[in-house]
């Protein structure tokens, strides 16, 4: 990947991330970098085109993140490695990708809806996946359906960082101390 594709996709991202998808434009970007709207085309000649190679590199890194953490991990340290990726969020003051695209899921473009649908379930599976090792190997005591459990951590976690913006307090860390606590 070019250097330019590679700091436009960063800027684009940040932007979602800040403002939402339908919060900016290809000149928005072309600011921060100093380069010509049709430097942006150039790679994305779509807006939908930015929105989808976001969301992909997003999937890949979370698909580096699992194969890194399934080495020499127990179910607890990928969960913990799970929750460092939204305290590193907070302390750029940035929303997650799903909770910044997820509000306007409908408005968005066919192709990001499908990226979007499948960087859930990725995120979704891995997670109950994990939740399943950790209390078959009694690192977890939590009540309920495993899926359950794990659709409330990642929503928990989403929508945190979404009330520290609106709060200005540390949702995330009363977030967290909760999920210590029932897990």
């Not at 891995?126 to 309920?144: D, H, P, V, Y």
Request: net charge positive.
């Amino acid at each position: 990947m070019s250097d330019t594709k590679s700091k436009i996709i960063n800027v684009a991202e940040e932007l979602i991330r800040t403002r939402g998808y339908n919060g900016f434009s290809y000149r928005d970007i072309a600011t921060v970098l100093s380069i010509k709207n049709a430097a942006i085309h150039y790679h994305f000649p779509s807006k939908a085109d930015l929105g989808v190679a976001v969301v992909q590199r997003t999937r890949e890194n979370f698909s580096q993140f699992v194969s890194q953490s399934d080495r020499n991990m127990d179910a607890s340290a990928k969960l913990k490695k799970f929750i460092d990726i939204y305290s590193e969020s907070q302390q750029k003051n940035l929303v997650c990708f799903m909770g910044a695209l997820g509000p306007t899921f409908s408005s968005l473009p066919k192709e990001m809806q499908q990226e979007l649908s499948s960087a859930s379930q990725e995120i979704r599976s891995w997670m109950t996946s994990i939740l399943a090792e950790g209390k078959q190997r009694n690192q977890f005591t939590f009540q309920g359906a495993i899926v359950d459990q794990a659709d409330s951590i990642i929503s928990s976690l989403l929508a945190s960082l979404i009330l520290n913006k609106v709060t200005s307090e540390d949702i995330l860390g009363n977030v967290i101390r909760q999920i210590d606590k029932t897990i």
